[in-house]
């Protein structure tokens, strides 16, 4: 037994020893005032770079866990040595468990110094280690109190200083997402806005108040820790609401309540300060946003109690809800409160609206339409070859491209004179080919809403096909040297690239020219996009008809990076070129109307005293005050001809010749092509009542009449006696031929001509504007 005491007595000797030795032999650490205040210059130094450097200070944030274990195991073996004395002498059971307690407790500012052996209390070296062990233990907690409580201090400071000088604009992203950071990293934010971005809760979340050791090391809302560093050099503000947003919320105590629950009090407050606020609800999880703004409308509509005066919503608020564009969400919108401060954001129509563009600039079409993949004759505005398409993939990317392809391909072939003396047109034959795995369930929803699209002509669905099976590519065999457009639209990036370029090559091996072939291919990641169009061996040769230039023979589209800019969803939330047009338009049909001339100049007074908001909100107020499905099928109807009418301007500038061959306008030509339309007093295009003029502005008056029929078609109509919008009716749904010779309706072509003359006006005007650029 005494050998034994001997023995450890001997160990615990032997490093008390070498802890001795060190300190002699390394004198740096001993009495010296200079040397140890040289060594605590270092240090503190050192923490301040830990503190200010913001890489520093990102690397402690993501590490905080390792950081605070090798603190913790620093702890232990200190005092181990430290408590190697005594009872618990070379006992390892007794010093593990006595050093891991007095290691958690450092990071409680707790030391148990007076338990450490006193002949250590002697040694700089061990000393030092301590001080240093026990300091970053206490760093670390801090840390950790600042990550938890700080955030929330600093957000809370920010807000009030808002209230108090509330300048520039709010910013509110209500979850944060991938789409949510697009926006927020496209917004030109000057020094004076302001962005909140909330974290919701979510299911995972349910039991995110209990406190665990995963909240220690920030852990337990890792699904918005990959945002917090963007975020931070967005320099926005981050908050965490209670509660989702959903009808539960809508209470009589008005917004001050509705926030309380939400336990966003000051951010209402901060809200109610600011003349122009935004609000994004971005989720990839649609009815969610859906149930969003269906609450805040609800709210809204209920008024504002006397105590609801600090939480009011701004007059110049606007709404971004990603959703689908459809009548259950058109019929949410046009319910009470928020009247025309909510916008759909539906990404699957904005990326078709990349190939469509939406009429802000007429020279940034690029070559996506239908126009540029036929013959043109700008003569006579007419077209001398075929249009194929094929779409791969009919959810609601491709069936939203399916519509544009639809309604943009529909051209005059020939145009000869009939035996009443009247003319016969002739249509130029067009086929848009549809696969895709599911595609009896898609079109069979499909048909349902558009019925006067079952057994087109211009439409081959490829039923029990899909692009891996043999018959899909036997059947490519028949009409790959016809096919013009392809568009691509499957969920994975990797199997739509795939598959692009397998078609493309396919193309190329079977094809005899390439020169009017193009593959648009759906990609979510702008990455994949770039990496894509990178590839060289994918470039073509572009015939235009007036000289060859270089494009992507695959061309992506729709990135979630280019959907989800501010800029984007800005332009197509004013829906500025449609409102214009609609004004515009309504000013020309009361031109060329038979009313009284005195009516006439009254009604367009009228039009001009409202311009063109005002013109537009007030035909949607008419059809909300309403409240009928006819009605809302009407003013669904007018607004979307607006629409397409402005998109295809540039169809007509093309059949014209008053586009080069790199979109820019050929001011020449389009300066002839508004003489051309120029009406008398009598509304008589005069220079255009005989010869290529008259040929050339009647074909593009069959042209447009083609164009707003495939656009009927889609909005559901069918041919009917008379205008109805309860059976989705109408009389003018005929080809060309009928048109013109029926006397009920043959005067509409007037219209369709109006449509031309207006769409060269409205070029010339940005031509304009380009010019004084």
Same mark, same amino acid.
């Given at each position: 037994?005494?050998?034994?005491?001997?023995?450890?007595?001997?160990?615990?000797?032997?490093?008390?020893?070498?802890?001795?030795?060190?300190?002699?032999?390394?004198?740096?650490?001993?009495?010296?005032?200079?040397?140890?205040?040289?060594?605590?210059?270092?240090?503190?130094?050192?923490?301040?770079?830990?503190?200010?450097?913001?890489?520093?200070?990102?690397?402690?944030?993501?590490?905080?866990?390792?950081?605070?274990?090798?603190?913790?195991?620093?702890?232990?073996?200190?005092?181990?040595?430290?408590?190697?004395?005594?009872?618990?002498?070379?006992?390892?059971?007794?010093?593990?468990?006595?050093?891991?307690?007095?290691?958690?407790?450092?990071?409680?500012?707790?030391?148990?110094?007076?338990?450490?052996?006193?002949?250590?209390?002697?040694?700089?070296?061990?000393?030092?280690?301590?001080?240093?062990?026990?300091?970053?233990?206490?760093?670390?907690?801090?840390?950790?109190?600042?990550?938890?409580?700080?955030?929330?201090?600093?957000?809370?400071?920010?807000?009030?200083?808002?209230?108090?000088?509330?300048?520039?604009?709010?910013?509110?992203?209500?979850?944060?997402?991938?789409?949510?950071?697009? *926006?927020?990293?496209?917004? /030109? %934010?000057? &020094?004076? #806005? $302001?962005?909140?971005?909330?974290? =919701?809760? @979510?299911?995972?979340?349910?039991?995110?108040?209990?406190?665990?050791?995963?909240?220690?090391?920030?852990?337990?809302?890792?699904?918005?820790?990959?945002?917090?560093?963007?975020?931070?050099?967005?320099?926005?503000? *981050?908050?965490?609401?209670? /509660? %989702?947003? &959903?009808? #539960? $919320?809508?209470?009589?105590?008005? =917004?001050? @309540?509705?926030?309380?629950?939400?336990?966003?009090?000051?951010?209402?407050?901060?809200?109610?300060?600011?003349?122009?606020?935004?609000?994004?609800?971005?989720?990839?999880?649609?009815?969610?946003?859906?149930?969003?703004?269906?609450?805040?409308?609800?709210?809204? &509509?209920?008024?504002?109690?006397?105590?609801?005066?600090?939480?009011?919503?701004?007059?110049?608020?606007?709404?971004?809800?990603?959703?689908?564009?459809?009548?259950?969400?058109?019929?949410?919108?046009?319910?009470?409160?928020?009247?025309?401060?909510?916008?759909?954001?539906?990404?699957?129509?904005?990326?078709?609206?990349?190939?469509?563009?939406?009429?802000?600039?007429?020279?940034?079409?690029?070559?996506?339409?239908?126009?540029?993949?036929?013959?043109?004759?700008?003569?006579?505005?007419?077209?001398?070859?075929?249009?194929?398409?094929?779409?791969?993939?009919?959810?609601?990317?491709?069936?939203?491209?399916?519509?544009?392809?639809?309604?943009?391909?529909?051209?005059?072939?020939?145009?000869?004179?009939?035996?009443?003396?009247?003319?016969?047109?002739?249509?130029?034959?067009?086929?848009?080919?549809?696969?895709?795995?599911?595609?009896?369930?898609?079109?069979?929803?499909?048909?349902?809403?558009?019925?006067?699209?079952?057994?087109?002509?211009?439409?081959?669905?490829?039923?029990?096909?899909?692009?891996?099976?043999?018959?899909?590519?036997?059947?490519?065999?028949?009409?790959?040297?016809?096919?013009?457009?392809?568009?691509?639209?499957?969920?994975?990036?990797?199997?739509?690239?795939?598959?692009?370029?397998?078609?493309?090559?396919?193309?190329?091996?079977?094809?005899?020219?390439?020169?009017?072939?193009?593959?648009?291919?759906?990609?979510?990641?702008?990455?994949?996009?770039?990496?894509?169009?990178?590839?060289?061996?994918?470039?073509?040769?572009?015939?235009?008809?007036?000289?060859?230039?270089?494009?992507?023979?695959?061309?992506?589209?729709?990135?979630?990076?280019?959907?989800?800019?501010?800029?984007?969803?800005?332009?197509?939330?004013?829906?500025?070129?449609?409102?214009?047009?609609?004004?515009?338009?309504?000013?020309?049909?009361?031109?060329?109307?038979?009313?009284?001339?005195?009516?006439?100049?009254?009604?367009?007074?009228?039009?001009?005293?409202?311009?063109?908001?005002?013109?537009?909100?007030?035909?949607?107020?008419?059809?909300?005050?309403?409240?009928?499905?006819?009605?809302?099928?009407?003013?669904?109807?007018?607004?979307?001809?607006?629409?397409?009418?402005?998109?295809?301007?540039?169809?007509?500038?093309?059949?014209?010749?008053?586009?080069?061959?790199?979109?820019?306008?050929?001011?020449?030509?389009?300066?002839?092509?508004?003489?051309?339309?120029?009406?008398?007093?009598?509304?008589?295009?005069?220079?255009?009542?005989?010869?290529?003029?008259?040929?050339?502005?009647?074909?593009?008056?069959?042209?447009?009449?083609?164009?707003?029929?495939?656009?009927?078609?889609?909005?559901?109509?069918?041919?009917?006696?008379?205008?109805?919008?309860?059976?989705?009716?109408?009389?003018?749904?005929?080809?060309?031929?009928?048109?013109?010779?029926?006397?009920?309706?043959?005067?509409?072509?007037?219209?369709?001509?109006?449509?031309?003359?207006?769409?060269?006006?409205?070029?010339?005007?940005?031509?304009?504007?380009?010019?004084?650029?």
């Amino acid at each position: 037994m005494e050998e034994r005491l001997n023995e450890h007595t001997h160990d615990a000797g032997c490093l008390d020893q070498l802890i001795s030795s060190w300190d002699q032999n390394v004198p740096f650490l001993n009495d010296n005032w200079f040397n140890s205040g040289l060594l605590a210059a270092i240090f503190f130094i050192f923490v301040a770079i830990c503190i200010l450097d913001r890489g520093c200070r990102k690397f402690i944030f993501h590490h905080l866990k390792t950081i605070a274990s090798t603190v913790f195991l620093a702890g232990v073996a200190l005092y181990v040595i430290g408590f190697n004395d005594m009872g618990s002498q070379n006992n390892l059971l007794t010093l593990l468990l006595r050093s891991s307690i007095a290691s958690v407790e450092m990071f409680v500012s707790e030391s148990e110094l007076i338990e450490v052996k006193h002949s250590l209390h002697e040694s700089p070296l061990y000393m030092t280690a301590f001080a240093i062990t026990h300091f970053a233990a206490v760093f670390v907690s801090a840390i950790f109190i600042l990550r938890l409580f700080g955030l929330k201090l600093l957000t809370r400071a920010t807000l009030w200083l808002k209230r108090k000088m509330p300048r520039g604009k709010l910013y509110v992203f209500w979850d944060i997402n991938p789409n949510t950071m697009a *926006v927020a990293d496209s917004i /030109r %934010k000057n &020094s004076n #806005d $302001l962005l909140v971005f909330i974290k =919701l809760p @979510g299911e995972q979340h349910a039991h995110s108040s209990r406190f665990t050791f995963s909240h220690f090391f920030q852990t337990a809302n890792s699904d918005i820790e990959p945002y917090m560093d963007h975020i931070e050099n967005l320099k926005g503000l *981050v908050m965490t609401a209670n /509660r %989702k947003l &959903s009808m #539960d $919320l809508v209470g009589n105590d008005g =917004l001050a @309540g509705f926030y309380r629950q939400l336990g966003l009090q000051s951010l209402g407050k901060t809200i109610a300060k600011y003349e122009q606020v935004e609000f994004f609800f971005l989720s990839e999880d649609m009815n969610a946003n859906i149930e969003a703004i269906s609450t805040l409308k609800k709210q809204a &509509s209920l008024g504002k109690p006397e105590a609801d005066k600090r939480f009011a919503l701004p007059k110049d608020l606007h709404v971004y809800c990603h959703a689908r564009r459809n009548h259950f969400t058109e019929g949410i919108l046009s319910g009470k409160g928020l009247k025309y401060h909510i916008h759909l954001i539906d990404s699957s129509l904005l990326s078709v609206m990349q190939l469509k563009e939406n009429g802000s600039n007429l020279t940034k079409y690029g070559l996506n339409h239908p126009v540029n993949f036929v013959d043109i004759d700008m003569n006579t505005g007419t077209v001398s070859s075929a249009f194929h398409a094929l779409i791969i993939g009919f959810g609601e990317t491709g069936q939203d491209a399916f519509r544009f392809l639809y309604e943009f391909s529909p051209f005059v072939k020939s145009v000869k004179p009939g035996p009443d003396g009247l003319d016969c047109i002739t249509e130029q034959e067009r086929k848009i080919y549809i696969v895709d795995r599911q595609l009896d369930r898609l079109k069979a929803a499909f048909l349902n809403d558009a019925p006067a699209l079952k057994g087109s002509k211009a439409i081959e669905w490829l039923d029990g096909m899909n692009v891996e099976s043999p018959s899909f590519w036997d059947k490519l065999h028949t009409f790959i040297d016809k096919l013009n457009y392809v568009v691509v639209t499957l969920d994975s990036d990797e199997f739509a690239s795939t598959i692009a370029i397998r078609l493309f090559e396919f193309a190329y091996q079977y094809r005899k020219d390439m020169s009017k072939f193009r593959i648009y291919v759906r990609l979510h990641n702008e990455n994949n996009k770039k990496i894509l169009e990178d590839i060289g061996k994918y470039k073509l040769i572009h015939e235009t008809g007036r000289e060859q230039i270089q494009i992507n023979g695959i061309e992506a589209f729709g990135t979630d990076h280019a959907i989800f800019s501010h800029d984007n969803i800005l332009a197509v939330s004013k829906e500025a070129d449609a409102k214009d047009y609609y004004y515009q338009y309504s000013i020309l049909s009361e031109e060329i109307s038979s009313k009284p001339e005195e009516e006439k100049r009254q009604e367009i007074a009228n039009i001009r005293s409202m311009g063109a908001e005002k013109k537009w909100k007030n035909r949607r107020e008419r059809a909300i005050e309403q409240n009928t499905l006819e009605e809302e099928t009407k003013i669904t109807y007018q607004e979307e001809q607006d629409r397409s009418d402005v998109c295809h301007i540039y169809t007509k500038l093309m059949l014209a010749g008053a586009l080069d061959a790199h979109n820019c306008f050929n001011l020449d030509r389009l300066e002839q092509m508004v003489k051309l339309t120029a009406r008398n007093e009598k509304n008589e295009y005069y220079n255009a009542l005989t010869g290529e003029n008259k040929c050339l502005l009647n074909n593009l008056s069959y042209g447009e009449h083609l164009r707003w029929n495939a656009k009927m078609e889609l909005l559901g109509f069918v041919w009917g006696p008379q205008k109805d919008f309860k059976l989705k009716t109408h009389p003018c749904i005929v080809d060309c031929d009928e048109l013109i010779r029926n006397k009920k309706i043959q005067e509409t072509l007037i219209y369709d001509t109006g449509v031309v003359e207006l769409s060269f006006r409205k070029a010339q005007q940005q031509a304009a504007a380009l010019g004084k650029d």
